[in-house]
């Protein structure tokens, strides 16, 4: 069975600055999907940034990234320029890839809080 | 558009007691997903409806809880009778069906958050 740890409880970082949360997983499989959700205060949780395990390249949306190290099972990923409204709590996701009446849950770790300092 | 919405945001009740859990999923999305988070610990998958089918219920605890998908829209989440471990945020999320493609993402509601006496 897959699984997902985050290391880290909480986090804190100054506005502007960068910080980075740390993911690793455990699976067999070879191919495979990894995610970074957000959860703000009181709001739903939205998806950051996915890496498709096949993809050598890191993922980067915005100021967002990911340092995806396949062989070390590691997933980290990296804020620059934070800004107060990146303060919430951060969900690393595990999921397989479909192949048609596969169920597509999501794994999820325990999550990071993270608060921006101003 | 909508989004993935929840019917109760919060729910007390006492042990013993039934709770019953709403999530209206974005229109059109054939999947549906609940999960569950117990304080500090992690999201937890319970289970994965395609239309009024259950594809998936593995993650369900035990049979105490009961979910329902009436015509394929929206979906109940019963719990009866609801213990003390039964308290924390139960999410819904609801994805396309990804036809050829083998990603479709899921979109979160904002969560019910169960506390049981």
């Known amino acids: 069975a897959q699984t997902v740890t985050q290391s880290q409880p909480e986090m804190s970082v100054q506005e502007a600055e960068t910080v980075t949360l740390s993911c690793t997983y455990d699976t067999s499989e070879s191919d495979y999907y990894l995610f970074w959700y957000k959860q703000p205060p009181s709001r739903q949780m939205i998806l950051v940034i996915r890496?498709?395990?096949?993809?050598?390249q890191n993922a980067t949306e915005n100021r967002f990234s990911v340092n995806f190290q396949k062989a070390a099972k590691s997933f980290s990923l990296k804020i620059s320029d934070s800004q107060l409204g990146d303060a919430a709590m951060y969900f690393c996701a595990y999921r397989s890839t479909f192949y048609g009446g596969a169920t597509n849950k999501l794994i999820f770790g325990t999550g990071t809080l993270l608060a921006v300092q101003p | 558009e909508a989004g993935v919405t929840q019917f109760p945001s919060h729910s007390v009740i006492e042990k013993g007691q039934t709770v019953t859990l709403r999530c209206d999923p974005i229109s059109g999305h054939d999947n549906l997903y609940w999960y569950r988070r117990v304080m500090g610990k992690e999201i937890k998958f319970l289970l994965h409806f395609v239309k009024e089918s259950k594809q998936d219920e593995s993650g369900m605890p035990n049979n105490r809880f009961l979910a329902e998908r009436t015509g394929g829209t929206y979906s109940t989440l019963k719990v009866q009778p609801a213990e003390l471990e039964d308290s924390g945020v139960y999410f819904c999320a609801s994805s396309q069906d990804p036809g050829l493609a083998t990603y479709n993402e899921q979109f979160f509601g904002p969560g019910t958050r169960l506390t049981v006496l």
């Open positions: 890496q498709e395990a096949y993809k050598q």
